[in-house]
C-alpha cells in the first residue's frame, strides 16, 4: 500500500502555462516533504522542499503549497517550459525512511 | 568530484544467477541507501546505511542484502535473482538523516532477470 499518493499520473501543459501536481499522505510522523525531478536515462535530483511548519515554500517559478490538516502537499510550476518535461515524485520522510509517490510525466508542449 | 557512480549501468541475468552492484560516493557523505524504481510504483527504499558500519532494512528489502565497505562504497548483493527483479536500481547517498539533508542521486543501474 502506497504511503504516498500522486496524481496526476501524467499532464501536457502548454508552454507558459501553470503546471500541479497532488500528493497526500497518511502517516502524520512524516516531517520532511521533498519534490524531486527525474530526466530519461538520469537519476532523480531534488527540486524543493518543505517542512510542515510552513504552508508555503517559492523557489523561482517553483512552489510548494502545504496542507497539515488535509494532509495533502502540492507542486505549482508556473511560466512552464518545455524544458520543465520530465517526471516529478514528491515523497515524504521521517528520519531515513523516504517513500516516494508513483511519479507524474510533465511534458511541456512549444 | 564524480557525485555517486554506479556499476554496471545495464545488467542481463538469468533466474537463480548471483551479481553485486556497486556504488561509489566522493562526498564524503555519512549516509548511504539502494532504491529501486518500477513503473507506477515510484522509488522504493531496499536497504540504508546511516552511518559507516551500520545497515538497516528499507520498505523492500527481500531478496538482497548489503555492505557498507567503508565510507564511500555500499554494494547491494542479489543471491538468487528472480524476474520479480527486475528493475532500475538507484543508489543514493547524503550528509546524514534523509529526512534532514538533500539525497544525491547516482545514474541507476538497468537489471534484466530473464
Known amino acids: 500500500q502506497q504511503q504516498v499518493k500522486q496524481s496526476p499520473q501524467s499532464l501536457i501543459v502548454q508552454k507558459g502555462g501553470i503546471s500541479i501536481i497532488n500528493c497526500a499522505y497518511e502517516?502524520?510522523?512524516?516531517?520532511?516533504f521533498p519534490w524531486y525531478q527525474q530526466f530519461p536515462g538520469k537519476g532523480p535530483a531534488l527540486l524543493i522542499a518543505i517542512r510542515p511548519d510552513v504552508s508555503e515554500k517559492k523557489e523561482g517559478r517553483f512552489t510548494i503549497s502545504f496542507n497539515k490538516s488535509a494532509k495533502q502537499f502540492s507542486l505549482h510550476i508556473m511560466d512552464s517550459q518545455p524544458g520543465d518535461s520530465a517526471t516529478y515524485f514528491c515523497a515524504a520522510s521521517t528520519n531515513n525512511d523516504m517513500r516516494f509517490g508513483a511519479g507524474t510525466r510533465l511534458t511541456v508542449k512549444p | 568530484n564524480a557525485g555517486v557512480t554506479q556499476t554496471p549501468k545495464f545488467q542481463v541475468l538469468k533466474t537463480g544467477q548471483s551479481m553485486t552492484l556497486q556504488c561509489a560516493q566522493d562526498m564524503n557523505h555519512n549516509s548511504m541507501y539502494w532504491y529501486r524504481q518500477d513503473p507506477g510504483m515510484g522509488l522504493r527504499l531496499i536497504y540504508y546505511?546511516?552511518?559507516?558500519?551500520?545497515?538497516d532494512k528499507g520498505e523492500v528489502p527481500n531478496g538482497y542484502n548489503v555492505s557498507r565497505l567503508n565510507k564511500r562504497e555500499f554494494s547491494l548483493r542479489l543471491e538468487s535473482a528472480a524476474p520479480s527483479q527486475t528493475s532500475v536500481y538507484f543508489c543514493?547517498?547524503?550528509?546524514?538523516?534523509?529526512?534532514?539533508?538533500?539525497?544525491?542521486f547516482g545514474p541507476g543501474t538497468r537489471l534484466t532477470v530473464t
Open positions: 502517516n502524520t510522523a512524516f516531517d520532511y
Open positions: 543514493a547517498s547524503s550528509g546524514g538523516l534523509a529526512a534532514y539533508y538533500e539525497q544525491y
Open positions: 546505511s546511516a552511518s559507516e558500519g551500520t545497515t
